[in-house]
């Protein structure tokens, strides 16, 4: 044919998949068109974003490349498929389509995100008409997920629908060159939500923005606490360097010692609190709270977080908060950092509810800053720990990343997984893609009780998923798994039970996509219920069978735990009877100073009959053993108190003599088996970092590893089970504890515990010829004892895998019973 | 003496220990079966049995719980016991001592209770299918005309009273099992509370039901009344009556002592405008000298217990499960 002189014209018509509904999109898309002069429409309906586009076709080649490329900062394409184009006239100039509704597969609700840029400089700009507005937004930033009760996510189904627009919002909300051009929580002073103040029995003190703001600076600068409404739900707030304000709060929430995070006015301000190691990640759009090493002489009171070396830090989240940072109308400064603790009362779940915090928290907080948007879902802060050796380390996955999905494949089947006893949270699985919520909590309060049935409902009518199956834990006690029950009961589906070190391990190979794949796993844990009936928590297990199966290939021997929980709210006691069971008196030792003659005499009964305890393979119970021990930490009054305790002195001892932290005496050395490749040594294990070879101070401690028969073995595995006897390690420390430096020790035992654990894995691995291990429970939170076994392990020239989404602890065990539930049903 | 190394035991040899041991409270010929007067009202009837390890434990004996539990279960429905039956599983070896030990304590306590023994049963088992003595008892009463006491007459608004001290039989068993000492000297506080029962039901006050809480102690009990009667129960923590021994023992074998058992304790569920009536009445009894308010029922949360904690929070109390298995991961 002859060429012409006119350019050829084309017509594509594209579906974006991902989070792609309030991130700006759409108006990305038409301004994309735009500016390329491009004839279509595109439109948000509740699958996903579709695009038509027609014009010349290297126009049309660029618009649909830089669709993608270009993608506003907060949008996650997940897949682009291209459809038959439409018959339909195509509108010129290009234009966006109303929402509409189709009920099919859905796109994914955005995270909340820290406020961008553009909107904080607003916020600071005096000639500008959102100068000091408390809520300003735009497509690139704001509060999402909390404020949204359906889907598809528009302005009607979010808390904004009762706040109409006013002309000027309404106009940047229509037009597509407005970097708010569909901006679903738009507002400004004149139309928007409003912030209030009030006291400790509701009676409103404030109403005005700069009166509000005025009055809560001062208040908190005088050292009262303020209950603050923030994007996800009330916080409790006071002033850091105010050691009287901060007992205060620790008396009223009846919380003696566990960390209050620190909420920091800038960067500039966490980094005189904090060493800020990774300041990417305080400052991401997530805005996690950050464990970080905490600076001698900062200007905070010690009473925030006392005796760990580490401050929990986060930056301003909410334009409402970059405002309490900001001087005040008359020119007054509060302080630059701020005690922000969720606001519940001690093992409830977070106040959202206007009328709920004002009742709960009225004992609590002296004033009450609040305002109008009120918050269709709670979302919980997240929580990070970081170190130098393995980066972040998530503690709690929630406010900014919740609810991004982790995918399982291709597969039909409606999951509803009713995750942990502590540390909740839940997973929905719809269309092969599993959403793990936020934080939920500890399931012992009635209030947490229906904050859990809450977020199903809520999950559940977001992905208008009716649940083909109902997952949960094993254990007999758990509120989790009677709720599965009696839900899966009450829909008549199936219960799926998932033991628990299982679930932990699934979560991992989910979350790297491994499912299909036979994974060995450590996973060192606090305790769950065994499928022997008695209490694991230091497992090898191979999993296997696309994920259904797990095999206990290896586990810690016996650690008693005496009296249930109340064991593991008082160390001393298990170290007491650990010592006693491993032929140590309990004379001259750390825990047998602590115990009272009636725990003494107890206990040793325990260890003379061999009742009253239960039995357990649980590393978190032995890293308890070994705090008591050395002298660290006897009784607990928060979550992992022992262990974090330890895991700190450890760390502090090597940062003070670096060099010496050696893996000497390391029994791996011996088989040494190349180098190491792969993810794991990818994944920055430094372990040159750490000299070898016996250093001064560190005592060397055995960690025996012992084959031993074991029936619950299913023939053919290669062997009985490997079992590690943990009394030669209690008796070694036992014996060091009464010379050795308490830190240098702390490290030893983390040392020997890894060694030992990485020695049964690789004899795992040998024995299954596999070379991956998986690092998961919730001991693998602890960044030193991380770092040493993935060290070890890539040493021996194999492959840690550890995870990078969702929690090493239970809150990501959800994710394990879901990924479980669903391989079983969809194969 | 012990039968075990010597001749079998025998039902005859043992049955005779039996009747010196009841003294009083047996009827002069404890047949197979026992032909009684006629009674005015509805009868009440009731069985149960007791398994008790370890049998003899400080302030009490298996001889002791198998009157006044079944003694008890009667009272609970609101009945004047009369007559009880006793029947005994008889492991081979065990000391004729303490069989002798256990007739006195069930015929010392049938008298105490004012309630005949009347029919009886032995059957000795091979060492190994048992160990030491079970004892079935059952027991009929007389319910008085107007007494209904049901769950499903409990309404919001009722208060929640306990009879006193809570966990102290539990502890009291636990403290000799197994050889586990921890440094207590609680006694059991077995008894046979209709005389209080009665005393109650006499002010007129009203009282929607009764309970014992034996087995899952006060947790599993108020967890039965509020399924059957569709209400739910509030509890504060604050008020409980729990004693400093009991507290500590638990603290170390880690029980709450809402859920160890007891035995010679009630739960009383009242009209709230009778409460006070009710509990005066109570506390003049010597087995009600510390009764007290402990909660209320609430028409939210059906089938739920909640106890509040002093800090203004809440700790659902489920149905015990049996065993102590630690949930803190
Ligand atoms: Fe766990
Ligand atoms: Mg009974
Ligand atoms: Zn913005
Ligand atoms: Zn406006």
Redesign the pocket.
Known sequence: AAASGMAQTVRRRLVVRGVVQGVGFRPHVARLAGELGLAGWCRNDSTAVEIEVAGPVGAVDAMIGRVVAEAPRLARVARVDELDPTTRELPSPFAIDDSQDRHGELTMIPPDTAPCERCLAELSDPADRRYRHPFVTCTHCGPRLSITRALPYDRASTTLADFAMCDRCAAEYTDPADRRYHAQPISCHDCGPRIALRDADGSLLAEATEDVLERTVAAIADGRIVAVKGIGGYHLACDAANAGAVAALRARKQRPSQPFAVMAADLETAGALVDLGCPELLDSPERPIVLLPARDGAPICAEVAPGLGETGVVLPYSPLHHLLFASTASGRSGPRALVMTSGNISSEPLCYRDEDALERLAGIADLFLTHDRPIAVPVEDSVLAWSERTGPVALRRSRGYAPLPVELGAGRPVVIAAGAELKNTVTVVRDGKAFVSGHVGDLESLASREAHARVVEQMLAFHRASPGVVASDTHPGYTSRAWAQARAGGWGVRHVEVQHHHAHLASLAAEHGLLGEDLVGLVLDGTGYGCDATIWGGELLRLRDGGRVADRLGHLGAVRLPGGDAGVRNPCRTAALALLDAGVELDGTAPGDELTDAEASYLRGVARTGTGASVTSSTGRLVDVLASIIGVRHRIDHDAQAAIELEASAARWLRANPGLGGVCGDRSSEVPRGSAKGEGAAEGDRSSEVPRGSAKGVPDLPFALAPVDDPTTPQGEGGPTLVLDPRPLVRATAAAAPTADPGALAFAVHRAIAAGMAELAAASCERTGTTTVGLTGGVFVNRLLLHLVATDLTRRGLTPLRHRLVPANDGGLSLGQAAVAWRTLSM | MGHGGGGAMSAELVESLFVPGYGEAAATELGDAAVLPPVEGRLAF?T?SYVVKPMFFPGGSIGDLAVN??V??LAMVGARPLYLSTAYIVAEGTPMEQLGRVAEAVGRAALAAGVRLVTGDTKVVDHGSGDGVYINTAGVGVVPEGVELAASRMRPGDRVIVSGAIGVHGVAVMSCREGLEFGTTVESDSAALHGLVADVLATGGDVRVMR?P?RGGVSATLNELASASGTGVVLDERLLPVPAEVRDACGLLGLDPLQVANEGKLVAVVAAEDTDRVLKTMCAHPLGAEATVIGEVVADHPGVVVARTGIGGTRVMDMPIGEQLPRIC
Do not use: E, F, H, I
Request: charged share 40%; aromatic share 0%; no cysteine.
């Open positions: 009731s149960d539990g079944t008890n279960d014992d034996t």
